[in-house]
T-cell receptor, first 115, second 115 residues
Framework: KAGVTQTPRYLIKTRGQQVTLSCSPI?????VSWYQQTPGQGLQFLFE???????NKGNFPGRFSGRQFSNSRSEMNVSTLELGDSALYLC??????????????FGPGTRLTVL | AQSVTQLDSQVPVFEEAPVELRCNYS??????LFWYVQYPNQGLQLLLK??????LVESINGFEAEFNKSQTSFHLRKPSVHISDTAEYFC?????????????FGTGTRLQVTL
């Protein structure tokens, strides 16, 4: 079974631009979560989608948004990029995303660099 | 609110020596506990998890962790490390009983194994 895939793997943008990152979960998984990883702030939760609905949201500004499609694939969008948005963005999928400590499987991440 | 503290940012150790990576958490509700490992330029891989039952959990590659409720700790141990264990290790918690699967991570511990 294929793992979580994220595209693109690397991205370079300039301040003020917007960017869209894509995540394809493991087949059959309905929950997709996004995390931002930076040297200064570590791993921080962005949001979780389950069955096309945002179910949980972290403490990030409205410039960060996401969505999930009927096939469970998810995209996240960052508008008006700032230098501080440079980070590794990780996507994780899980079967149900419900209580029970459902294991989250992580993708390799998208490395975003904002110049 | 939950928080995870990994007191050691870096742990240098010689090959075949034992190692302990410390993790303490704070939460007003019951949690599930996880250890993830991240190799360079890769996403996170689940090493082991505590959901319920035996407080000692083991991974297939020789790591183990013990849940200590009174000390709110979930330290990771390995009796004999290998060069290939060099990586970043993250402790994480997830709220027990909720319908969302948000992980709260510690800041990570870099394990550096040398000959």
């Amino acid at each position: 079974k294929a793992g979580v895939t994220q595209t693109p793997r690397y991205l370079i943008k300039t301040r003020g631009q917007q960017v869209t990152l894509s995540c394809s979960p493991i087949s059959g998984h309905r929950s997709v979560s996004w995390y931002q990883q930076t040297p200064g702030q570590g791993l921080q939760f962005l949001f979780e989608y389950f069955s096309e609905t945002q179910r949980n949201k972290g403490n990030f500004p409205g410039r960060f948004s996401g969505r999930q499609f009927s096939n469970s694939r998810s995209e996240m969008n960052v508008s008006t990029l700032e230098l501080g948005d440079s980070a590794l963005y990780l996507c994780a999928s899980s079967l149900l995303g419900t209580h029970g400590g459902n294991e989250q499987f992580f993708g390799p991440g998208t490395r975003l660099t904002v110049l | 609110a939950q928080s995870v503290t990994q007191l050691d940012s870096q742990v240098p150790v010689f090959e075949e020596a034992p190692v302990e990576l410390r993790c303490n958490y704070s939460s007003s509700v019951s949690v599930y506990l996880f250890w993830y490992v991240q190799y360079p330029n890769q996403g996170l891989q689940l090493l082991l998890k505590y959901l319920s039952g035996s407080t000692l959990v083991e991974s297939i590659n020789g790591f183990e962790a013990e849940f200590n409720k009174s000390q709110t700790s979930f330290h990771l141990r390995k009796p004999s490390v290998h060069i290939s264990d060099t990586a970043e290790y993250f402790c994480a918690v997830m709220t027990r009983g909720g319908t969302a699967s948000k992980l709260t991570f510690g800041t990570g511990t870099r394990l550096q194994v040398t000959l």
